[in-house]
C-alpha cells in the first residue's frame, strides 16, 4: 500500500514546518521515525498511512509542554480535522493512543501495535546520533551541569534506565532489523568508556562551531 498522495502533502505542508525550530526534533529525527514506520507497517502488515502519520505528529507538541509533549502531539493529532477526511474516528482514536504511549521512559507496553511500532521506531540505536540529539537536550534542561563529565553521566545514566529485565535496551516489537540495531548499539553503548569518547568528540565539535550556543539560545525543542 502507498502513502495517500494528499495526506502527504498536506503533512509536509502543514505539520513539518513545525519541526523547523527544533534541534534534536528536528526532520532528521523525524524522517527517520518515518521510515522506522513504514518498515515496521509492513512487516507487521500495518495501515501504511496511520504508521505514517503517527511518525509525522509524534513530537510536533514539544514546545508547547516539553514533560507531556506526548499528549500534546495527540492533542494535535487528535484535533486535526483534515485528518477526518482521511481516517475514521476508531483509526484516528488508535493514532492518538499511540503518539502518547511513545516515550522511551514508559515502563508500561503501549496499548496498541502501533503505539509499540512508534515507541522503538523512536530509538536511536547510533550511538553517534545518540551523542548528538542527548547532549542538546541535557544541555536545554540541566542548565546548572557545568561541565561535559556532568552531562554525560547524566545522560549515560538516563538511557541505562531503558535495560529491561532480560538485560537488554527495551523494545516492544521483534522486528529483526530493530532487534539487530539495538543489539550493535547495546555492545557500543554498554562499552562506559567508548561512549564517553563518543560524546566528548560531539561535545567538542558543538562547543567550537557556535552549535552549542545555539542549542542553548535559539532551538525550542527540549
Ligand atoms: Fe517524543
Ligand atoms: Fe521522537
Given at each position: 500500500m502507498k502513502i495517500n498522495k494528499e495526506l502527504k502533502e498536506y503533512i509536509e505542508k502543514n505539520?513539518?514546518?513545525?519541526?523547523?525550530?527544533?534541534?534534536?526534533?528536528?526532520m532528521i529525527h523525524i524522517n527517520n521515525v518515518i521510515n522506522n514506520m513504514i518498515m515496521l507497517s509492513k512487516y507487521y502488515d500495518l495501515d501504511v498511512n496511520m504508521a505514517y502519520t503517527i511518525a509525522a505528529y509524534h513530537d510536533s507538541g514539544l514546545n508547547i509542554d516539553r514533560e507531556n509533549h506526548e499528549k500534546e502531539s495527540g492533542k494535535i493529532l487528535n484535533n486535526d480535522q483534515e485528518l477526518k477526511k482521511y481516517f475514521t474516528a476508531e483509526q484516528i482514536k488508535i493514532m492518538k493512543e499511540a503518539v502518547e504511549d511513545h516515550r522511551g521512559s514508559r515502563k508500561e507496553r503501549p496499548r496498541n501495535i502501533y503505539g509499540e511500532c512508534l515507541s522503538d521506531s523512536d530509538r536511536d540505536f547510533d550511538i553517534k546520533l545518540l551523542a548528538k540529539r542527548q547532549l542538546a537536550t541535557s544541555l536545554k534542561n540541566y542548565?546548572?551541569?557545568?561541565?561535559f563529565d556532568e552531562h554525560f553521566e547524566r545522560c549515560h545514566e538516563y538511557i541505562c534506565k531503558r535495560i529491561n529485565s532480560k538485560g537488554k535496551f527495551n523494545l516492544w516489537t521483534d522486528n529483526p532489523t530493530l532487534i539487530e540495531q539495538r543489539d550493535a548499539f547495546q555492545k557500543d553503548y554498554l562499552d562506559k568508556e567508548y561512549a564517553r569518547s563518543v560524546y566528548k568528540r560531539e561535545w567538542n565539535r558543538i562547543s567550537k562551531d557556535g552549535t552549542k550556543e545555539k542549542i542553548i539560545n535559539y532551538y525550542e525543542d527540549y
Open positions: 505539520i513539518f514546518p513545525k519541526y523547523d525550530k527544533y534541534y534534536s526534533h528536528g542548565p546548572d551541569l557545568a561541565t
